[in-house]
């Protein structure tokens, strides 16, 4: 079955939650699944990484289908599944550090479709293409030195383009809170950008 556009997330959810309907959870997965991909991409700073939390968030909105609470918004419930994975993640790392296989420019420049962390453009020139991934690089390198729910903030706010209140419900902290953290975020940020002379 194919849903209409006009489904809400919401009404699809409810689908899920009362008959495990698969073609609802379907029409979830395709809204949402690049999002999510970003998001746990940008947090972890690895694009494969974060394809496979990914796939974990959709498997756990299925497992925990019943605990989705009917009067909420279902991209608040989402998006606070996948930043906690992403969390656990981030705590697993720090416990038991990882060693790479590649060296950190080694890319798969091949990949169809890759849905990287680099900034997009229109036809820019080989030159400005280059500084452009230079500087998304930097920022990106820069991004992961944040503290995580620093980081959090930044990715909610200026990647997916949530506003101050959504990613308070998301994170269940204050709005204020969400506002200091971004001032600080910022801050950090600002001086890990600063060129060295």
Partial sequence: ?????????????????????PDAFACLVRRWEQPIQRLCARMTGDVHRGEDLAQDAFSRVFTRRHDFETSGKFST???????NLCHD???????????????????DEGREGRNDLSVASTDPSPGESIEALEQAEHVR???QHLP???RSVVVFRHYEGLKFSEIAQVLGIPEGTVKSRMSEALSRLAVLLKPRA
């Fill in 1 to 21: 079955m194919t849903w209409p556009l006009t489904t809400t997330d919401e009404q699809a959810m409810w689908r899920v939650k009362n008959g495990a309907d």
């Fill in 77 to 83: 419930w989402l998006w606070r599944i996948a930043i």
């Fill in 89 to 107: 993640e981030l705590r697993r790392r720090h416990r038991r550090p990882e060693v790479a296989l590649t060296g950190p420019d080694e890319d």
């Fill in 141 to 143: 390198r820069a991004l």
């Fill in 148 to 150: 995580d729910h620093y």
